[in-house]
């Protein structure tokens, strides 16, 4: 099947459209190379506390050492990393990359009995926990193949007396570290201690050898682990630097890290490309907490930050945000959900710079699309598919929709994930022979190759035989004013078959149904209309911050059945 590239017409100035994917041959590789670049540069900070490329480069070498020399950890072996944004991420991601072991990256939030799938799928043999979810780790442990843990607390990496105080507010004060028993766990500053005592060794990774087990799809099911390559995220990391190489310069960005690490967009296009271009990572531990996100932002001097859309409309719903300086940002980067033009247009009011959208999945490590950067306002499009990416929108049959048609969006490149660990069926049923990943997003594209996601093909209403999107009904509510956050989904009715319901948190506490109602008559046609609404105080989001419309789905039908 030949394929048009028609996106390569419209590329920023000086992007080619294939890059050399084999420069470095490991993310390992890719860190070292910036530890000796930018040796004194700093690297990551957190509450305030620095640590540079050449610190980062020592305590990840003791950290590999410590698992390597007393633990026995060889090449291709687990290791989950439980940790939400705190300075022992980076410490323990490059020290277990450079031993060439596998990092399963786990969400600290999962209950035991996710967590205890994570283990067992994984094969993970070892597991680094912040204390205040190490009585998780307590619960999930039986059956697994952990053999070893380490826990460590929130300030261990911050330094004498600050790294102390935050220790003890956090443990006795805030009462955040439930009681765990977990008497062979070692801490994470004895493992380091202990780890300086041993080389670190010299390893042969692979390009073709898996660097994470990256978890994807709990929210529909059993989670199941994408298998991303050394080659795969080296990839994207330079398949993706030429096109921010004009608005970045190496050696001089701060970029704020508020998504968790351990979730694939934040670990590429935060922790990894950054690191590359010898950035600095601010990491922001809790971004939940707004008021204390904004102080820190007002102490930062930041050029670039990363976000999905409920992120940025809580920044700009948090009094003080309008008064942070935002001189030196030119790259504000959104992902991982729909951008809505009624946040993006705030944005650009509040900062006077545009959100940047772009477009990837957890299979696709994850950037397969974006925006140029150059552009000055909302598109409402991901954008052109990245150098080295093929790009087809298909219907149901995998046949190649006419230009402007809707139909599945499909990626090939050398981003796209080795396939799921240990399920060859789910891989069989979105990768096929020749490399190309059916992404499940409906999309369509124009004719010069930019690309509109439409909706997820499961997340579609579908009323009187008329398909009604999500993200456009959820992207007209939220130009009401008295309107904070919205989801749309689909009920059962016996009349349509299904019919649109919205979730509300409201801005304006005035806000009537009454008055909604008369707003979505405005602007909507009559079948995408929503037939309920519920107010709520708050929405179920994931990790990052992305509204789970499924969670809303299943909570409707538990009703119904309840009913009946």
Not at 50 to 79: M, P
Not at 404 to 433: D, F, H, N
Request: net charge neutral.
């Amino acid at each position: 099947m030949s394929i048009e590239r028609p996106w390569l017409d419209h590329y920023p100035e000086g992007v080619p459209a294939e890059v050399d994917v084999a420069t470095y041959r490991s993310v390992a590789a890719v860190f070292e190379a910036s530890c000796e670049t930018f040796s004194d540069r700093p690297a990551f900070r957190n509450f305030g506390h620095t640590l540079t490329y050449r610190q980062v480069d020592e305590l990840s070498r003791a950290f590999a050492g410590y698992l390597s020399g007393e633990l026995g950890l060889k090449k291709g072996d687990r290791i989950a990393i439980m940790l939400p944004n705190l300075l022992q991420y980076p410490v323990a991601l490059f020290g277990a990359l450079r031993l060439g072991l596998t990092v399963v990256n786990t969400n600290p939030l999962y209950t035991p009995r996710e967590l205890h799938h994570q283990l067992e799928d994984s094969g993970a043999k070892a597991i680094l926990v912040l204390d205040n979810f190490a009585a998780t780790a307590q619960k999930a442990l039986d059956g697994t193949k952990v053999q070893h843990v380490i826990t460590t607390a929130v300030g261990d990496l911050i330094g004498f007396p600050k790294g102390a105080i935050i220790n003890f507010v956090v443990k006795s004060i805030r009462k955040e570290v439930p009681a765990y028993d977990l008497p062979k766990a070692v801490r994470f500053k004895d493992a380091l201690s202990r780890g300086r005592a041993h080389a670190m060794p010299t390893v042969d990774i692979q390009p073709d050898d898996l660097a994470f087990l990256q978890y994807t799809g709990g929210t529909t099911g059993v989670a199941k682990g994408a298998m991303l390559t050394h080659r795969n995220m080296v990839a994207n990391m330079l398949q993706t630097r030429p096109w921010v190489a004009n608005h970045a310069t190496p050696g001089d960005e701060t970029i704020i890290t508020a998504l968790p690490l351990y979730h694939i967009f934040s670990l590429t296009v935060n922790c990894l490309i950054f690191t590359s271009l010898g950035g600095l990572n601010v990491l922001i531990t809790n971004p939940r907490d707004m008021p204390a996100f904004v102080k820190e932002l007002k102490k930062t001097s930041f050029t670039a930050i990363t976000g999905v859309s409920t992120l940025f409309n809580g920044l700009l719903n948090t009094p003080g945000f309008e008064t942070v300086d935002f001189s030196r940002l030119h790259l504000a980067m959104a992902g991982g959900m729909a951008l809505q033009r009624a946040v993006a247009d705030r944005w650009k009011k509040v900062t006077g710079r545009p959100i940047i959208e772009g477009y990837g999945l957890t299979e696709t490590s994850p950037v397969a699309f974006a925006n140029r950067v150059d552009i000055t306002d909302y598109t409402g499009s991901i954008g052109y598919p990245i150098p080295n990416t093929d790009a087809q929108i298909r219907d149901e049959q995998g046949q190649p929709v006419p230009i402007g048609e809707e139909g599945e969006l499909c990626i090939r490149g050398p981003q796209v994930m080795k396939g799921y660990w240990a399920q060859p069926e789910e891989t069989s049923k979105v990768l096929s022979a020749d490399g190309w990943l059916r992404t499940g997003d409906i999309a369509r594209m124009d004719a010069s190759g930019q690309a509109f996601i439409v909706d997820r093909k499961k997340d579609m209403i579908l009323v009187s035989g008329f398909n009604v999107y999500p993200n456009e009904i959820e992207a007209t509510v939220m130009h009401h004013p008295g309107v904070a956050e919205v989801a749309a989904v689909g009920v059962d009715d016996e009349h349509s078959g299904e019919v649109v319901k919205l979730f509300v948190v409201r801005k304006d506490p005035s806000l009537t149904e009454n008055a909604l109602r008369d707003y979505c008559r405005e602007n909507l046609t009559g079948y995408k209309r929503p037939k309920h609404i519920e107010f709520r105080d708050a929405l179920p989001k994931s990790n990052v911050g992305k509204i789970l419309r499924r969670e809303l789905r299943d909570e409707e039908r538990k009703k119904k059945s309840a009913k009946t």
